[in-house]
Every structure is written in structure tokens, then in C-alpha cells.
């Protein structure tokens, strides 16, 4: 064949070969001649570093097409190599023969593809066959469209390993669209302890033969390739592979050289992902899914293609999104959950991206349930979106603790535009909640909401609706032209409720509700609950924009305690003698005074 190395048993005796092509090899003069085998490579009872490699079109008519390891020694390693288009009876690819348990070999970052076992009654393991007892560690490889002749035995296309006393371990590799025969073949007594997190996918024939199911953390869905039909095995960004691995095995590189893990967890196959980290970028008019990686230069085009690269804990990541210059909407549903998590100094955002050829990012629920949702995921900062059209609420905030929404437009929702379900310490400012089925926001079983310059207007019952809630603050908020109450809460609730510098003001002459008592005006609400004896009950004349006309009263009638330092336009705070009441501030100063 091309290269033989014999290294007589002697650890010592070390074969290193690296970034080097070797093909078009043949071994084989006679057919069961015992040295027939390794078309390209044959390593004999020695210790081989075989890194970075090409072993193309080797034919041996035995074992090993491009490469066998024979008796290899413990240490031995094969990295980076792309070992296909080889033919052999057995192990097209590449063959183990009678290793020792005690010899380890490590595979690492290869790539196994188009290789051929040909032989019809008993042809295995089109790319990988191993025989005999040994120890491997096979971790990160990229296995797929191998073939074997051998359609109805035991082995398998891309990965067959017979052996009972067999110690391996088998993680974070990609099996894919094995032609002819199963994908992957273990002996039916093989401990499968450490054989989890690897991806298989497009093996018409199964996945594995003699009844062994997906383990734990496998996965059945595409790797999602750059070009497999050019070899290039590189992930793209749908690939099930990224951030599904483990690090058990895993090396420290991959086929690249880059870091392991990236962005948090290891990647499946020879490729790990490369993304951007810390500030993503989201396009939905001018990105890519499947091109883009979230660089401000190629952004991707969904919210929830991000989320996936969200690292959590410590690791403060942004989300930057954008609807473009023509306001292309996202048509999705956006949900975080405990693992999209931040800490308490380096909060998971998610802001607006907008400058003179970008406009705030447009959520079109289109009659999904929710908009945006968070399911558990602690400190959070949602800022600068709009979110219409959902079937239940605009945002759903359920037991997640340590979030802030900010210069939020919702609104056309068939609940609430906002609802908080559970969870502590949620902050709410200068968001502009109308026009819902329901309520502007639901507050219930949860500790610790600040309202703070909202403009809750026009919902067909309550502006603020608080139930069970300890530690509710209010101010600075326009509770207007809402259907039912200004404000519902229950009695419990109002203990601990501080609400002041508001504006409360109902159609239905209905401006407040404690329990199931309604108190008409201002002034019972005042008298019942002690609070808001600096509000006011006042047309605030908005504009068509929900901006305040010259001439309003609520105009510098606020309060700076806790009130935002610019409005949800960012426009700064406060722009005329005082804050302003409601989420936008104005830029005209009173003109006459309030009077409480």
C-alpha cells in the first residue's frame, strides 16, 4: 500500500505523520493473504499521532481501505484526518484489529465519508469496522454516506465494532445517511455507559442493528451540512449539532483549530460552530438563518435562532434585533426559559437595533398564544419592541424573577398585553399597553412589580389588574379609557400597594375596584384605599401617537422618584420642569398648574 509502519511492540517507536495526502493506494496481491490490508496506511503493534490529514480512494481487498491499526499501542491518536472514497471488504474506511483493552487509541475532529465495504454476504462497516478487544475513545467525528454491500448482516455502514470485552467510548459524533446497511453496529454485550450525545440522521436502514435505541441525549435530526456533496462537514446555523454535546471525550479543538466548546456547550462532529458572541444580531428583512452568523454583517432573521446561542449565567449575551428600514415584521413566537438565564450583573437582553435605515423590531404573533414568553429564565431585559396579534397575551412572564420590560408597544391581543404569572422583582416602564381583549397588565401571585410611566389605555376591561401580589408600585402611570376599572385589585394585595402620581380615569365612571367594590370616582379611591393623593383623573389628551398635546395636565405632573431617565422614544427625562405622567415625555412644559 502507501505507507506501512511497524513499530515492534516498542511505545517508544512513534509514528508522526501529519498534513499530508496519501491516495490511490492498492494492497492486496492475493486475497487472503494476512497483509492485504491498509490500502494507504497500515500501523503495526506501534504508537501513532496521525493529525490533519487526507487518506483518498485506498483499496484494500481485505481490511482498512484507506487505513488499518493493527495492534496499535496505547497513545495512539488520529485527529483532523478526512479518511474517504477507500474500499475494503471490511472497513472501507478504515479498520481496529485485536487492539488490547489496556492500548487505547483516541479518535478525534475526523471525517469518515464515502468509503465502501464491498463484500455482499459479509462486507461491514463501510466506514469504521473494529475487531477484537479493544479500547477506543471515538469522539467528535463526522461519519456519513458510507456504504455497505452487506445489506441483511450484522455490521453497518458508517460504524460497525464486534467485540464483547470492548471498552469505549462513543460521544458527540455525527452518523449520517449510511447507504445499505444500518448505520451503526455495537455487539450486543458492549457496556454503552459512555455512548451518548451523538446525532444520527438519514440512515433509511435504522440506526443501530441488534435492537439498540437511541440513547439519553441522541438526537435524530439533521446536521444541517454547508456542502456535503463538495465534503465540506461544517455546520450551518439550523444544525440539531451545535451546542448539543458533551464534554466527555471531547477534545480541546476542532477540525479547524478552534476552541471546544464555543458559546457554552460542545458542538456534535468534527465542526464546532462559530458565532457571535456577546452581541447577536437579528435582521428580519435582510437576515439569514441559514447563512448568517449573528454578526452585525450577517445577522440571522429570527429572534429564536438567537435564543439557541444564548449562553446564560455569567456570560452577558444581547440580542440586537431589527425590522429593517420596511418594517418587516417577525412572525414567530419568542420564548426564554431557565437556560437563557442571566445573573445578576450580566442580564440576558434583548433590545432594539434601530438607526437611520432601521426601524424597532415588530413581533406579528399571528395568532399564536403569546409574543414573547418567559418560562423561568431570571434576569432579563426585554427593550424597544413592538408585539401585536396574539391569541392569549402580548407578553407572558411566568415565574421568572429579576426582569425588566421597557419602551414596549403592545397591543390587538386577545388577553392581556402584558400578564406577570409568579416569580419576584419585575420592573414595567415606559410601555404603551392598549387596545387588548382583556387587560393592559395582569399582575397575579407574584412579589415585587414596579409600574413605573406606562400608558395603559383603551383595553376593553382594566388598565391594572393585581391579584395576590405583595409589593406592587405604581407611578407615573395613565390608566385611561379602559372599559371596566382604571385599576382592580384585591384586598390583600392593596396592604402593600403604593400607587401615586397617576392618572385614573374610566368611560364607565368605574375608576378603581377593591374586591368586588367598585368606587366611581378619584376621590372614593382615595378615601377607600389611602393611596394616589397625588393623581389626577384627567383627560391627558394624547395625540394619535399616544403623545401628549400641549396643553395636557398630566404634563410635569409625575414624580422623579424611580422614574426612568428618558422615555420610550429616549427622549430624556424630564424635558420641562418635572416628569411627565405616561410613557412618552413631552416636550412642551405645563401650562397651568395641577391642582390634587
Not at 465 to 476: D, E
Not at 576 to 593: H, K, L, P, R, Y
Request: one cysteine or more.
Amino acid at each position: 500500500g502507501g505507507l506501512f509502519f511497524d513499530g515492534k511492540g516498542d511505545s517508544a517507536n512513534l509514528l508522526t505523520l501529519t498534513n499530508s495526502k496519501i491516495h490511490d493506494n492498492r494492497v492486496g496481491r492475493y486475497v487472503n493473504d494476512d497483509w492485504n490490508h491498509g490500502g494507504n496506511l497500515y500501523i503495526y503493534q506501534g504508537r501513532a499521532e496521525v493529525r490533519g490529514n487526507q487518506f483518498n480512494a485506498g483499496v484494500s481487498l481485505r481490511r482498512g481501505g484507506n487505513v488499518i491499526c493493527k495492534n496499535c499501542l496505547h497513545g495512539t491518536l488520529f485527529d483532523n484526518n478526512a479518511i474517504y472514497h477507500g474500499t475494503a471488504k471490511w472497513g472501507g474506511g478504515m479498520y481496529f484489529l485485536n487492539q488490547s483493552q489496556t492500548q487505547q487509541v483516541t479518535m478525534t475532529n475526523n471525517r469518515i465519508y464515502r468509503n465502501t465495504a464491498t463484500d455482499a454476504s459479509s462486507g461491514d462497516g463501510g466506514g469504521i469496522y473494529g475487531f477484537g478487544n479493544m479500547s477506543l475513545l471515538f469522539s467528535n467525528n463526522t461519519v456519513s454516506e458510507n456504504i455497505s454491500q452487506n445489506s441483511t448482516g450484522e455490521g453497518a455502514a458508517n460504524f460497525s465494532i464486534l467485540g464483547t470485552a470492548n471498552t469505549f467510548t462513543l460521544t458527540n459524533n455525527i452518523f449520517s445517511d449510511a447507504v445499505g446497511a444500518a448505520s451503526v453496529s455495537l455487539d450486543p454485550a458492549l457496556d454503552v455507559t459512555n455512548i451518548d450525545y451523538n446525532l444520527h440522521w438519514n440512515n433509511p436502514s435504522g440506526n443501530f442493528t441488534n435492537g439498540l435505541s437511541l440513547r439519553p441525549h441522541d438526537l435524530s435530526s439533521s446536521p444541517a451540512f454547508v456542502d456535503a456533496a463538495a465534503g465540506n462537514y461544517h455546520l450551518t446555523t439550523p444544525s440539531a449539532a451545535i451546542n448539543a454535546g458533551t464534554n466527555l471525550g471531547a477534545p480541546s479543538t476542532d477540525l479547524d483549530g478552534n476552541t471546544r466548546p464555543y458559546g457554552g456547550k460542545n458542538d456534535i462532529g468534527a465542526d464546532e460552530y462559530v458565532y457571535a458572541l456577546g452581541n447577536l444580531y437579528v435582521d428580519a428583512a435582510a437576515g439569514s438563518d441559514a447563512t448568517g452568523d449573528g454578526t452585525i454583517t450577517k445577522p440571522w432573521k429570527t429572534i429564536t435562532t438567537a435564543l439557541r446561542f444564548i449562553r446564560g449565567g455569567a456570560d452577558e449575551d444581547t440580542i440586537h434585533a431589527t425590522s429593517g428600514s420596511a418594517q418587516t415584521e417577525f412572525n414567530e413566537q419568542v420564548t426564554l426559559s431557565s437556560s437563557q438565564s442571566g445573573a445578576q450583573s450580566s442580564y440576558t437582553k434583548l433590545i432594539a437595533w434601530t438607526d437611520q435605515t432601521r426601524q424597532r423590531p415588530i413581533i406579528n404573533a399571528n395568532g399564536r398564544s403569546t409574543g414573547i414568553t418567559l418560562n423561568g429564565a431570571n434576569y432579563v431585559w426585554i427593550e424597544g419592541f413592538t408585539i401585536r396579534n396574539a391569541s392569549n397575551d402580548g407578553i407572558q412572564v411566568n415565574n421568572s424573577s429579576h426582569i425588566t420590560l421597557t419602551a414596549i408597544h403592545t397591543y390587538d391581543h386577545h388577553e392581556q398585553g402584558i400578564k406577570i404569572s409568579g416569580g419576584d422583582d419585575i420592573t414595567v416602564t415606559n410601555t404603551v399597553s392598549r387596545s387588548n381583549d382583556q387587560h393592559g397588565v395582569q399582575i397575579l401571585n407574584t412579589n415585587a412589580v414596579a409600574l413605573t410611566n406606562n400608558t395603559l389605555h383603551d383595553n376593553v376591561q382594566s388598565g391594572t389588574v393585581v391579584t395576590n401580589t405583595p409589593s406592587v408600585t405604581m407611578r407615573n402611570n395613565l390608566l385611561t379609557a379602559n372599559g371596566a376599572f382604571a385599576l382592580s385589585t384585591d384586598s390583600a394585595s392593596l396592604r402593600t400597594l403604593v400607587s401615586n402620581f397617576n392618572d385614573l380615569t374610566s368611560p364607565s365612571q368605574q375608576v378603581a375596584q377593591i374586591g368586588s367594590t367598585t368606587h366611581p370616582s378619584l376621590s372614593d379611591w382615595q378615601a377607600a384605599s389611602a393611596q394616589d393623593d397625588r393623581s389626577v383623573s384627567v383627560d391627558p389628551q394624547y395625540t394619535n401617537t399616544y403623545q401628549l398635546n400641549e396643553g395636557s395636565l398630566v404634563i410635569d405632573a409625575g414624580t422623579t422618584t424611580s422614574a426612568p431617565s428618558s422615555d420610550i422614544d429616549g427622549n430624556i427625562r424630564p424635558r420641562g420642569n418635572n416628569v411627565d405622567i405616561g410613557a412618552f415625555e413631552s416636550s412642551f412644559s405645563a401650562t397651568a398648574n395641577v391642582l390634587y
